[in-house]
T-cell receptor
Framework: RKEVEQDPGPFNVPEGATVAFNCTYS??????FFWYRQDCRKEPKLLMS???SGNEDGRFTAQLNRASQYISLLIRDSKLSDSATYLC???????????FGKGTTLSVSS | DARVTQTPRHKVTEMGQEVTMRCQPI?????VFWYRQTMMQGLELLAY????????DSGMPKDRFSAEMPDATLATLKIQPSEPRDSAVYFC?????????????FGPGTRLLVL
């Protein structure tokens, strides 16, 4: 079993839709959590960190449930420019390698 | 705008040839990571360094891969001899050690095709 699991999708949604991605992780010692975004043929880039209390950045909301070892990302009012692969990422401790899920592909159409 | 740089950006080579990939981390970052990305496996850690010392290279095939940091501004990943199954995108990332939840910054990657 992979340490970080995501539904690969693809998720095909119209502009303006709300879409949610889910992720589970298996290592209960994990300490840091992130969502990265990767555009086609580009490097992964940090989208947002995920905190236990939940956090929001504009149209993006991330949630963490440590008890269930579950992370989510909600995108509201989807834009064409949101089309990308979203990577769920978990870190065990500061300064160590991050563990990446394989990503969920989102395609937003007009 | 500080960035991780990688060279070459693209490499096509024949099986059996040596491949060297280079990475310049962001100035001041003391942790450097090498990842490999394929469609089948996603992003996999190959090796990482802190303060130029190798900390973990368990993800790397030891018989053909080697990673070094000859100085703080240069990290190298070598494959010798290369095989078609090594075809992938190789990313370098660097990170500062400034707190419990720091993140990593990726370079643009080296796209390797071994024929």
């Amino acid at each position: 079993r992979k340490e970080v699991e995501q539904d690969p999708g693809p998720f095909n949604v119209p502009e303006g839709a709300t879409v949610a991605f889910n992720c589970t992780y298996s290592n209960s010692a994990s300490q840091s959590f992130f969502w990265y975004r990767q555009d086609c043929r580009k490097e992964p880039k940090l989208l947002m960190s995920v905190y236990s209390s939940g956090n929001e950045d504009g149209r993006f909301t991330a949630q963490l449930n440590r008890a269930s070892q579950y992370i989510s990302l909600l995108i509201r009012d989807s834009k064409l420019s949101d089309s990308a692969t979203y990577l769920c990422v978990v870190g065990r401790q500061a300064g160590t390698a991050l563990i990446f899920g394989k990503g969920t592909t989102l395609s937003v159409s007009s | 705008d500080a960035r991780v740089t990688q060279t070459p950006r693209h490499k096509v080579t024949e099986m059996g040839q040596e491949v060297t990939m280079r990475c310049q981390p962001i100035l001041g970052h003391n942790t450097v990571f090498w990842y490999r990305q394929t469609m089948m496996q996603g992003l996999e850690l190959l090796a990482y360094f802190r303060n130029r010392a190798p900390l973990d290279d368990s993800g790397m095939p030891k018989d053909r891969f080697s990673a070094e940091m000859p100085d703080a501004t240069l990290a190298t990943l070598k494959i010798q001899p290369s095989e078609p199954r090594d075809s992938a995108v190789y990313f370098c990332a660097s990170g500062p050690r400034t707190g419990p939840k720091e993140t990593q910054y990726f370079g643009p990657g080296t796209r390797l095709l071994v024929l």
